[in-house]
């Protein structure tokens, strides 16, 4: 398999350093995290960030809370399938695509993938059919995915993967791939696991915001601890898995690399990874 890591969408929220640790001027600069696997049953995408008509109507697609908080840049650059044409494919050839949750950062290109079976937690899109107050009715946007035609859902079964549960065997896709529960963030929130031949690559999604969130002493910045607190669905469950990640990146670091969506510093440090190897092959 080769894995082209994408971000998918650019939000640069008031705040400076006090969100993304690094910016110096008044804005910050978040990702939005995606992947796109090369597989023998077709592309498969890992989350779609933005997409094209979030792009040309986000008025129409969007809360208006949510693009004034994250102060969303939108540009077709940014998005999956403009990414995607650019490496020499077409829309038709993304088969799959899996979703570690589905608020509007991390949907918002569904549509643009017509031919595509779209994977989810079961939980995820019981959340999104149950909706219920400010924060749910905005940050899921279901005019994102009304006309999705094919969709596959999970709850956790088989062999646990490094002492978590495991959703094996995704329907249509390769055995390497799996989802990692990771409840907190959204009841249905999952983490995308990757076996690669260079060991594991874990899409952690929102399961936390900030790389030294994964250090031995964690620390995040005011910005994103605000965001993350407003955003959580079931606090204790969001921080034990935090930990539980913490772990697994701390005592399996040689076997499993992992990254969120939308901490810049890390995408960098992937995106220019991939590069190199590509060069050197």
């Known amino acids: 398999m080769r894995i082209h890591h994408l971000n998918c969408g650019c939000m640069c929220p008031v705040g400076g350093a006090l969100f ?3 910016s110096r001027g008044l804005t910050s600069h978040l990702v939005c995290h995606c992947l796109l696997i090369e597989t023998n049953q077709g592309l498969v995408l890992i989350d779609t960030g933005f997409g094209l008509r979030d792009i040309q109507a986000p008025s129409h697609r ?11 840049q939108f540009d077709r650059k940014y998005s999956a399938i403009d990414q995607i044409e650019k490496l ?11 979703l570690t949750h589905l608020d509007f950062d991390h949907a918002g290109g569904l549509e643009d993938f017509p031919n595509a079976t779209v994977h989810v937690m079961q939980s ?3 959340a999104v059919r149950n909706r219920e107050g400010f924060i ?10 009304d006309e999705v035609k094919s969709w596959k859902f999970y709850t956790a079964n ?9 959703v094996r065997e995704l329907e249509g896709l390769p055995p390497e791939i799996l989802f990692i529960p990771l ?5 249905g929130h999952a983490g995308i696991a990757i076996e690669t031949s260079d060991g594991w690559l874990l899409h952690a999604g929102d399961a936390y915001f900030y790389r030294d969130e994964m250090k031995p002493n964690p620390k ?9 607190w407003m955003m959580e669905v079931d606090r204790n469950a969001r921080l034990l898995n935090q930990d539980r990640l913490r772990k697994l990146s701390l005592n399996h670091g040689d076997e499993v690399r992992l990254f969120c969506s939308h901490d810049a510093s890390e995408y960098k440090t992937f995106a220019e990874q991939r590069s190199l190897n590509l060069s050197a092959s």
Request: charge should be negative; proline fraction near 10%; charged fraction near 20%.
């Open 20 to 22: 993304d640790g690094f």
């Open 62 to 72: 969007l809360s208006p809370f949510f693009i004034a908080l994250n102060n969303i």
């Open 88 to 98: 020499g494919f077409s829309p038709q050839d993304v088969r799959h695509i899996v």
């Open 124 to 126: 995820e899109i019981d």
């Open 136 to 145: 749910a009715r905005r940050r899921y946007r279901p005019e994102q995915w």
């Open 158 to 166: 088989g062999e646990p993967w490094f002492g978590f549960e495991a």
């Open 183 to 187: 409840v907190g963030h959204t009841p």
């Open 220 to 228: 995040c910045t005011p910005g994103l601890k605000a965001y993350q």
